[in-house]
C-alpha cells in the first residue's frame, strides 16, 4: 500500500556537534569563514532534513574538518594510540555522514560506516562500555541515515541492531539522555523498516520505543526531543493505522500531532515546526475521513489546509506546499462526495 506523506523531526545530532567542536578547538576557535551565508533561509529546512543537518556553519566547515581530521588519522598510530584513533575515527565518522547527507552522496555515507566499525575494533563492550555504546549508537545514525536514502531495508535492519546493541549499555537509570537518544533513534529506525516491510509488528514496534524515549523528556529541558518524540510517534501512528485500516490509531495519531504543536507553541520552537505538525495532523484527518466516510470532517480537513495554505506560505518548503494543496483538493472533492451519496 501507499502510505501518507508525513514529515518527521530530527532533534540535535549531538556526536557531530562534538566532532564540530573538536575541529574547531584545532583551529582555537577560528570559524567566522564557514558561517553560512543565509541563515533566514535555512531556518526554514532546520531539524527537518536529517539527522546530520547543519544549522550554524556552511558545508566548507565540513569539508575542512574532513581534511584535518583525515590528517590527523595519518600521524596517529593505531597501534601505539589505539584509542586516540579510535576516537578521531567517531569524530571522522560523523563528519563524513555529515557532508554524506548535504550532498546525497551514499559512498560518503559508506564510508562513514567504515570508520565507525574501525573505531569499534579498538572499543570493546567489556573494557569500555560506554564508548562501545556510543559507537554503536553512532553507527546506527549513519545506517539510518544511508538506508532511508536508499531505500535498503537490510541497512535499516542493521541500524536497528546497532540501536539495541547501544541499549545493552545505555540504562535509563544511570544515563537517561543516551537512553531517551536511542529509544528514539530506534523508533525511528523501525519506522523506516517499517514503510519499507510494510509490516505492522515493526511499526508497532517503533511506537513502543518512542512511549519509551518520552519517559526521559520534558519540556523544559527537552523541549525539541519532546516535540519531535511526539509529532514522530503520530507518524508512526499514522502509517500504521492505514496499514490497519484503524480509525481508532489515527486518532491517536491525530492526538500525538497536536501535542507536538502544543509544546512546538508553548516552547517557541522554529515556527516551521508547529506548521508542519499541523500539516500532519490535517492530513491524518483526510486519512481518517475516507476512513470514516464522514462528509463533515473532510470538509474541516479542507478548511484547514486552505487556512494553512493562506495564512502560512513562509513557512512551508515547495514540496510540503504542493502537498499542502494536493489535500486541500483531496478533501474537498471527498466532501461533495460523500455528501452526495450519504
Known amino acids: 500500500m501507499k502510505f501518507s506523506n508525513n514529515y518527521i523531526f ?90 554524506g547527507q548535504n550532498m546525497r552522496d551514499d559512498a560518503l555515507f559508506e564510508q562513514a560506516i567504515v570508520a565507525f566499525k574501525q573505531a569499534l575494533e579498538e572499543y570493546s563492550q567489556e573494557q569500555l562500555p560506554l564508548d562501545w555504546a556510543a559507537t554503536q549508537y553512532n553507527l546506527g545514525t549513519a545506517l539510518q541515515a544511508l538506508g532511508k536514502q536508499t531505500k535498503d531495508s537490510k541497512l535499516l535492519k542493521e541500524s536497528v541492531d546497532a540501536y539495541t546493541d547501544a541499549l545493552l549499555e545505555y540504562k535509563r537509570e544511570l544515563t537517561p539522555e543516551q537512553w531517551s537518544s536511542s529509544m528514539f533513534q530506534l523508533g525511528e529506525s523501525f519506522h523506516a523498516h517499517g514503510k519499507l516491510l510494510k509490516g505492522n509488528r515493526t511499526f508497532q514496534k517503533s511506537v513502543v520505543a518512542f512511549k519509551n524515549a518520552l519517559a526521559e523528556l520534558d519540556a523544559d529541558n527537552y523541549p525539541l526531543e519532546l516535540a519531535a518524540t511526539h509529532n514522530n510517534r503520530g507518524a508512526v501512528l499514522h502509517h500504521l493505522a492505514e496499514s490497519e485500516e484503524n480509525t481508532e490509531r489515527l486518532e491517536e495519531a491525530i492526538r500525538f500531532y497536536d501535542t507536538a504543536l502544543t509544546v512546538c507553541m508553548e516552547q517557541q520552537l522554529p515556527f516551521h515546526l508547529a506548521v508542519l505538525s499541523r500539516v500532519n495532523k490535517g492530513t491524518a484527518r483526510v486519512a481518517l475521513a475516507e476512513l470514516s466516510k464522514d462528509a463533515a470532517l473532510a470538509e474541516e480537513a479542507a478548511d484547514e489546509f486552505e487556512l494553512i495554505i493562506e495564512c502560512f506560505p513562509h513557512a512551508l518548503q515547495p514540496l510540503c506546499s504542493k502537498h499542502c494543496e494536493e489535500q486541500f483538493k483531496i478533501a474537498k472533492e471527498m466532501a461533495k462526495t460523500l455528501t452526495l451519496t450519504g
Open 10 to 99: 530530527y532533534p540535535d545530532n549531538k556526536p557531530l556537534e562534538t566532532a564540530i567542536a573538536h575541529y574547531i578547538c584545532l583551529l582555537d576557535g577560528q570559524v567566522d569563514d564557514f558561517a553560512p551565508d543565509n541563515t533566514a533561509v535555512q531556518d526554514n529546512f532546520i531539524h527537518t532534513r536529517g539527522n546530520y543537518e547543519q544549522h550554524r556553519y556552511s558545508n566548507a566547515l565540513l569539508v575542512a574538518a574532513r581534511e584535518t581530521l583525515e590528517a590527523n588519522l595519518a600521524e596517529t598510530a593505531r597501534e601505539r594510540s589505539p584509542l586516540d584513533w579510535a576516537k578521531l575515527q567517531n569524530y571522522l565518522g560523523n563528519i563524513l555522514a555529515a557532508i
